[in-house]
């Protein structure tokens, strides 16, 4: 898939160029609905601020909540999918889009180091992939390995992030890029939902939780401008609409870089920045949140 998304990566990358990076106009700040994350400015010291990376692409399921790993995540496991809801997603378009789901769900399970409760979301994760052909040794080979290694929990996400690789070159091959764009769709939606539900309060949002939220404008657009290579199929249709109308609310604002701050590294598909600027009102954010909570609803029903 990251062949694929070389054009879809070099698209946005002059779009950022374009219109990301442009000088703030003098406006007015109020203080309830702006936050502002650049530290540039306010330091009185010569040191160099380390610049943080900003994923503008799109990344396996497994990896996706690697842009939430520096937060405090709470620990809920009432927000992840049940795994024993494998077992009724019989359709192609069911199956392939909680097989991103649980790869989100699995990365979540990491943070905490639930190694067993990995394994159990493994086995969901093989259901499905036989129920969309996937060979079933790109999953029991994985799952062997993992059955031996439960005390390092970094290999098993490892081990689960390669199988998920694994299945996206053998839906490539096969000419089924339409399902490997559901399943990156389908981990989108959950991390954007884990995040939104778990760390974003709207009545006194934390700024950096807000920014890395805010972030997901750029991936939201590469995600649409993947998607719009599979038009032939109904169900990328009409998910992709459901997107369009979440882009609404991420239009609503705009991040501002220093355009001598800001280096774009082409190869992983990042911004890197030692800050950014941005205004977001408290409605914006609900319903960004709100927008996220009725996608995933639907996503996950049987």
Request: glycine residues 2%; hydrophobic residues 40%.
């Amino acid at each position: 898939m990251n062949k694929l998304l070389k054009s879809t990566a070099l698209i946005l990358l002059f779009t950022i160029v374009l219109f990301s990076c442009k000088q703030k106009e003098p406006r007015e700040i109020i203080p309830e609905t702006t936050f502002s994350t650049y530290k540039g400015d306010s330091s009185n010291t010569d040191d160099v601020m380390e610049k943080r990376e900003i994923f503008y692409g799109l990344l396996t399921p497994v990896e996706i909540t690697e842009i939430f790993s520096r937060l405090e995540t709470a620990y809920n496991t009432n927000m992840l999918n049940p795994v024993e809801s494998a077992d009724n997603y019989l359709s192609a378009s069911k199956a392939a889009l909680n097989l991103g789901i649980y790869g989100v769900d699995l990365s979540y399970l990491k943070m905490f180091d639930m190694n067993t409760e990995m394994l159990k979301y493994l086995v969901a994760v093989r259901k499905l992939s036989n129920r969309l052909n996937i060979p079933t040794e790109y999953l029991t080979e994985p799952l062997d390995r993992i059955e031996n290694n439960m005390a390092d929990t970094d290999s098993v996400l490892a081990m689960a992030n390669n199988a998920y690789k694994r299945i996206e070159d053998h839906l490539e091959r096969n000419d089924r890029k339409s399902t490997a764009g559901l399943m990156v769709l389908g981990g989108w939606i959950e991390a954007l939902y884990i995040s939104t539900g778990l760390l974003l309060d709207t009545e006194n949002p934390d700024p950096e939780v807000v920014q890395r939220i805010a972030e997901q404008k750029y991936t939201l657009n590469t995600l649409l401008s993947f998607l719009k290579n599979y038009y032939d199929d109904p169900i990328v249709v009409y998910y992709t609409k459901k997107l369009k109308f979440l882009k609404k609310y991420f239009d609503m604002f705009d991040i501002y870089f220093k355009i001598d701050d800001l280096e774009i590294d082409h190869d992983n598909r990042v911004l890197k920045a030692s800050g950014s600027d941005l205004t977001i009102t408290t409605e914006t954010l609900r319903n960004i949140k709100d927008y996220a909570q009725k996608m995933r609803k639907e996503t996950v029903s049987l």
